[in-house]
């Protein structure tokens, strides 16, 4: 890889109601990630924290049921913006959580030059819930939904109107935990899902071959979204919403090491990385670690 990475932090924890996420950027710069990016010979280039507001109390909104939406809102439109500006320069965008929630500002970004644009979701969860389905309101399990289009109009419209992203465009890896909503979105949209059930029957090498496969036929761009709560929390505790029987760091790594070799990822973010649950920053050491694996670090 040959170009700038541009990093951004996004400090927010507004998607939904445990605190501490919000410290995750600093949480993952603190366990090296500079130092660690800048040993594989790849110019960094550190933007630093995009302000976020934060209310004195977190707040629902009345007539959407939604968490603090106002708040998220502004916050994934600065991002948005952010983003952008890094694909005009030429340069890669990493971005540092922080929630979920801050997916759609990344990808309303990176979708007002890149029209033709493949999602790869690395989650425990599917994020396709919308304040109709959604037992909780939080936006964080909404990014998806939105990005295809679906949801509140303040945030499925940052940046431009309307989707961001083609369903079909959308593979998700390691999903073990979707509400009822979602599975009906999923076989409505046609959404290509690898459960924990096909990583483990098929293998993790399988499973990225034909994600890659995939992809490379139908889009132009791909970006990767990691949610830590991907890997089991055996591997990853420091995250809000844990699921047992995730994928292992070895798994990950190996998935971050396939799409390297790849040579298909364009962008990237690593959310939900929580300092406050987490053991002696584990999860954001890990998080460092998969990051330079996607960026080409080997151990010979």
Same mark, same amino acid.
């Given at each position: 890889?040959?170009?700038?990475?541009?990093?951004?932090?996004?400090?927010?924890?507004?998607?939904?109601?445990?605190?501490?996420?919000?410290?995750?950027?600093?949480?993952?710069?603190?366990?090296?990630?500079?130092?660690?990016?800048?040993?594989?010979?790849?110019?960094?280039?550190?933007?630093?924290?995009?302000?976020?507001?934060?209310?004195?109390?977190?707040?629902?909104?009345?007539?959407?049921?939604?968490?603090?939406?106002?708040?998220?809102?502004?916050?994934?439109?600065?991002?948005? &913006? $952010?983003?952008?500006?890094?694909?005009?320069? =030429?340069?890669? *965008?990493?971005?540092?959580? #922080?929630?979920?929630?801050?997916? !759609?500002?990344?990808?309303?970004?990176?979708?007002?030059?890149?029209?033709?644009?493949?999602?790869?979701?690395?989650?425990?969860?599917?994020?396709?819930?919308?304040?109709?389905?959604?037992?909780?309101?939080?936006?964080?399990?909404?990014?998806?939904?939105?990005?295809?289009?679906?949801?509140?109009?303040?945030?499925?419209?940052?940046?431009?109107?309307?989707?961001?992203?083609?369903?079909?465009?959308?593979?998700?890896?390691?999903?073990?935990?979707?509400?009822?909503?979602?599975?009906?979105?999923?076989?409505?949209?046609?959404?290509?899902?690898?459960?924990?059930?096909?990583?483990?029957?098929?293998?993790?090498?399988?499973?990225?071959?034909?994600?890659?496969?995939?992809?490379?036929?139908?889009?132009? &761009? $791909?970006?990767?979204?990691?949610?830590?709560? =991907?890997?089991? *929390?055996?591997?990853?505790? #420091?995250?809000?919403?844990?699921? !047992?029987?995730?994928?292992?760091?070895?798994?990950?790594?190996?998935?971050?090491?396939?799409?390297?070799?790849?040579?298909?990822?364009?962008?990237?973010?690593?959310?939900?990385?929580?300092?406050?649950?987490?053991?002696?920053?584990?999860?954001?050491?890990?998080?460092?670690?998969?990051?330079?694996?996607?960026?080409?670090?080997?151990?010979?």
């Amino acid at each position: 890889m040959n170009k700038t990475i541009s990093l951004v932090g996004v400090p927010m924890d507004l998607g939904q109601n445990r605190r501490g996420v919000d410290m995750g950027p600093s949480a993952i710069r603190y366990a090296g990630v500079l130092d660690r990016l800048e040993a594989l010979n790849l110019t960094i280039e550190d933007l630093g924290d995009i302000q976020i507001h934060q209310p004195e109390r977190h707040q629902r909104d009345n007539r959407s049921n939604l968490r603090n939406l106002e708040e998220v809102a502004e916050g994934n439109t600065k991002l948005a &913006n $952010v983003v952008d500006d890094i694909i005009q320069k =030429g340069n890669f *965008p990493l971005v540092l959580g #922080g929630d979920h929630s801050i997916a !759609i500002g990344t990808l309303a970004g990176l979708a007002k030059t890149q029209k033709n644009l493949g999602v790869i979701w690395y989650d425990a969860h599917g994020d396709l819930n919308t304040s109709e389905t959604s037992p909780s309101g939080n936006i964080h399990g909404m990014p998806l939904a939105v990005s295809i289009g679906l949801g509140h109009e303040k945030l499925v419209n940052i940046g431009e109107e309307g989707a961001k992203v083609k369903p079909e465009n959308i593979v998700i890896i390691g999903a073990r935990s979707l509400d009822d909503g979602e599975r009906s979105l999923i076989r409505e949209k046609g959404i290509k899902v690898f459960t924990m059930h096909e990583v483990d029957r098929l293998g993790m090498s399988n499973v990225m071959n034909e994600t890659i496969q995939y992809l490379k036929e139908r889009v132009d &761009n $791909v970006h990767l979204s990691l949610d830590l709560d =991907g890997l089991d *929390p055996q591997d990853a505790p #420091g995250v809000g919403t844990p699921v !047992i029987g995730g994928m292992s760091y070895r798994e990950s790594h190996l998935a971050m090491e396939m799409l390297a070799e790849a040579k298909i990822i364009t962008s990237a973010e690593f959310v939900e990385v929580n300092p406050i649950l987490d053991e002696k920053n584990k999860t954001a050491s890990i998080a460092v670690g998969l990051m330079a694996s996607l960026l080409g670090e080997k151990l010979l």
